[in-house]
């Protein structure tokens, strides 16, 4: 039997031409920019927020409040709303917050911290919207029915004291009922103030709160 006899075929592949290189390498530039752009857009907040406190912040020597170094993350634990519903407290995140924290009965200088916090929301003008003024009760007692229609515009959370002092905590021979906390919209405390009735002081808390919410302006807005 004889055997067929072909020549050995060999297939031969071109080099890639240096135009074609240079295309993929462009892909590859350009995929690597796109996912650089996604992850920006992505951080862009936390990035900012951080920017904002560590940047821009208000110091030491141009600002009426305490500043909160570093801040400290709202934690994730429980709190119910005034109808004893259950919330979370990381909920309030998305807005700058103005915090107070009294006890359900309100003394006097609690409601004047709620009015306080009311009248420095509404002279905010067009900004009114990015910050939320939020009262913490921090016991068992009731809010008062002659408070509620002055509240209608406030948050009104009910939070443990022992959960609470994970988070928020007074000046040192103070108590938490003396002062106003600032959050912001990540949900870090950043400042604490203190509190009296005489205008100048509320002067100096407003231009604090002005202040942040104009460095915050450019990816702060109104709305969770």
Aim: charged content about 25%; aromatic content about 8%.
């Amino acid at each position: 039997m004889k055997l067929e006899q072909h020549p050995l075929e060999l297939t031969v592949h071109s080099a890639p031409r240096p135009d074609e290189a240079m295309t993929d390498s462009k892909q590859t530039k350009y995929g690597r920019w796109k996912m650089l752009a996604i992850w920006l857009v992505c951080a862009a907040p936390v990035m900012a927020s951080y920017f904002t406190f560590y940047v821009i912040k208000p110091n030491s020597t141009t600002s009426y409040g305490d500043i909160i170094s570093p801040p400290k993350s709202i934690p994730n634990m429980p709190a119910f709303a005034v109808d004893k519903k259950p919330v979370q407290l990381t909920s309030l995140k998305g807005q700058w917050l103005l915090i107070s924290v009294a006890g359900g009965d309100c003394n006097t200088a609690c409601e004047q911290h709620l009015f306080l916090q009311r009248q420095l929301r509404e002279s905010l003008g067009k900004d009114k919207d990015r910050l939320d003024w939020v009262w913490v009760v921090n016991d068992d007692a009731k809010v008062k029915e002659a408070l509620k229609p002055a509240l209608q515009a406030a948050t009104v959370l009910y939070v443990a004291p022992t959960d609470l002092s994970q988070w928020l905590q007074p000046a040192s021979g103070k108590q938490l009922s003396e002062h106003l906390y600032l959050v912001d919209p990540m949900g870090n405390w950043m400042m604490r103030f203190n509190t009296s009735t005489d205008f100048e002081t509320a002067k100096k808390i407003k231009k604090d709160v002005e202040r942040v919410l104009r460095a915050s302006a450019s990816w702060d807005k109104a709305g969770r």
